[in-house]
Nanobody
Framework: QVQLVESGGGLVQAGGSLRLSCAAS????????VGWFRQAPGKEREFVAR????????DYADSVKGRFTISRDNARNTVYLQMNSLKFEDSAVYYC???????????????????WGQGTQVTVSS
């Protein structure tokens, strides 16, 4: 079983930066790919970024490519999402999720993820 807790959200001005953390409990966390998703009010949840279990493969949504960076520290059981050049449209609740299967490269589809955190709010003021 994997439990996830996000932190690092907050209020920031457009153009600013935030770093989100996803801390995990459970011995098997390091075997799982992790994704970040976000959901804005009135919108569907959308893929943001993912990282493979080893941390050697990453992928990003086009809307955040070049601005966001996902990374992981398996020794600390933590995945990070560094968000730079934030825009008003980045405002949302951000969720991290761990994929169901072990030793995976990850997926852009939220249904592939079984373990979810409670979310952290990111608000970007224009």
């Amino acid at each position: 079983q994997v439990q996830l807790v996000e932190s690092g959200g907050g209020l920031v001005q457009a153009g600013g930066s935030l770093r989100l953390s996803c801390a995990a409990s459970g011995r098997t966390f390091r075997r799982h790919a992790v994704g970040w998703f976000r959901q804005a009010p009135g919108k569907e949840r959308e893929f943001v970024a993912r990282i493979s279990w080893l941390g050697d493969v990453t992928d990003y949504a086009d809307s955040v490519k070049g601005r966001f960076t996902i990374s992981r520290d398996n020794a600390r059981n933590t995945v990070y999402l560094q968000m730079n050049s934030l825009k008003f449209e980045d405002s949302a609740v951000y969720y991290c999720a761990a994929e169901r299967d072990s030793y995976s490269l990850g997926s852009n589809q939220d249904y592939e993820y079984d373990y979810w955190g409670q979310g952290t709010q990111v608000t970007v003021s224009s």
